[in-house]
């Protein structure tokens, strides 16, 4: 204990008298200690653990349902520029059309499908691509594991993207509906079951395009920034 105090200031772990203090003043307040860092919130998140899937699963959602639904005026003129690019054919332009036909609640047309759809695409999307990443290394092996690390890498975005965008198939279609036929439905309530009478359930799958080549990318590149990021700051 005595080797430990000497490399401490005495006034930190002095008694109430004031030999260790500055000045010779007497302690009055209790004696000053380093707290140790207090854990998450919600506890330590092992690696691969089931809380570790949820956690990257609600953080697809919540990163994914957000941040869409919060651009949906831009992606109404995105898809009314695309379906009727006569009509409307400029950003500018595309703004005045809306707010002249359909007013300020005409931007923010299909908000809970894009909200809905896109959650559900982030918690597969971020949630499974951390299951079938592990899942792929442990069938690899460790030898070709770290061998063929980018092929483990593609194939596990790969297959997680393929799952999420079958979840957002059904709030896809429903969200260009909706923003794309003013009259078709007034949103998520009415459009589903209107899609279903009319199509089926296959037109849920006919109305949304796989994003798969994309997401593989961008998952490579986070993956292979972050190791790049830690082997410069670490140096």
């Known amino acids: 204990?005595?080797?430990?105090?000497?490399?401490?200031?005495?006034?930190?772990?002095?008694?109430?008298?004031?030999?260790?203090?500055?000045?010779?003043?007497?302690?009055?307040?209790?004696?000053?200690?380093?707290?140790?860092?207090?854990?998450?919130?919600?506890?330590?998140?092992?690696?691969?653990?089931?809380?570790?899937?949820?956690?990257?699963?609600?953080?697809?959602?919540?990163?994914?349902?957000?941040?869409?639904?919060?651009?949906?005026?831009?992606?109404?003129?995105?898809?009314?520029?695309?379906?009727?690019?006569?009509?409307y054919k400029s950003i500018s332009s595309s703004f005045s059309i809306v707010l002249k036909e359909q007013g300020v609640r005409g931007f923010f047309r299909g908000w809970a499908p894009t909200f809905l759809g896109y959650s559900a695409q982030g918690a597969f999307k971020y949630g499974l691509y951390e299951v079938f990443k592990k899942e792929y290394t442990d069938m690899a092996g460790p030898e070709y594991a770290a061998k063929y690390k980018t092929l483990i890498y593609l194939a596990g975005s790969a297959t997680a993207e393929v799952v999420a965008d079958v979840a957002l198939c059904p709030m896809e279609a429903v969200k260009v509906r909706v923003q794309t036929q003013p009259g078709y439905a007034r949103g998520l309530r009415d459009g589903f079951p209107k899609i279903v009478r009319a199509e089926g359930y296959a037109g849920y799958v006919s109305s949304a395009q796989l994003g798969v080549s994309s997401f593989v990318m961008h998952m490579i590149c986070i993956d292979r920034t972050g190791a790049l990021a830690k082997l410069v700051f670490c140096l």
């Open 1 to 87: 204990m005595a080797s430990r105090q000497s490399l401490l200031p005495s006034f930190l772990y002095a008694a109430s008298s004031g030999a260790g203090m500055p000045g010779g003043r007497a302690a009055q307040e209790p004696p000053v200690v380093a707290r140790a860092p207090s854990e998450p919130p919600f506890g330590k998140i092992e690696m691969f653990s089931p809380a570790y899937y949820a956690a990257c699963g609600f953080g697809g959602a919540a990163a994914c349902g957000l941040t869409h639904a919060a651009v949906t005026p831009l992606d109404v003129i995105k898809c009314n520029i695309q379906i009727d690019p006569a009509k």
